[in-house]
């Protein structure tokens, strides 16, 4: 009788350099102006998931009875959030890389699809984005993205497909 079979090795968790974690934070909060007018804060970065917060600020308002923040800010965090989990994901496929090499690869990246569903109303303090990788192929990735409140509601949820290549 053959011997059971061993059970596969764990496969070790992608940790990131401090440098290419940095790097990114760099490119999404400070380079891209438009990340900077919503008040992006990236405040997770893994191998497939990014997470960040959006302070609620009067230029973000965009039903001034309600205080309601814009449909148009939501969306466009959601696709910066996908875009971001994206390049943690191709981050940690290239780890052979040094850092800097993987952060010039986000030149290459574009939003080729995006869908937003308006859930319930954004209204609060703050609010949480968070964006998962769902595929990364050779030339298209496809996320999933939440837009939550501050006690954890998901009032829109997203996804998208970027070109990487």
Known sequence: MNAPAEPPAPVSPVVFEAEFVSGLKKIFEEMISFNRVLGLEITAIGPSLACARIQMKPDLVGHFAYNRIHGGVISAGLDAMGGLAVMAAIGARHMDEAPGQRLRRFAN????????DYLRPGIGEYFDLRAEVLRLGSRVASTRMEFCGPDGTLLSTGCAAYIVS
Do not use: A
Request: aromatic share 0%; hydrophobic share 50%.
């Open 109 to 116: 990246l574009g939003t080729i699809d995006l869908r937003i």
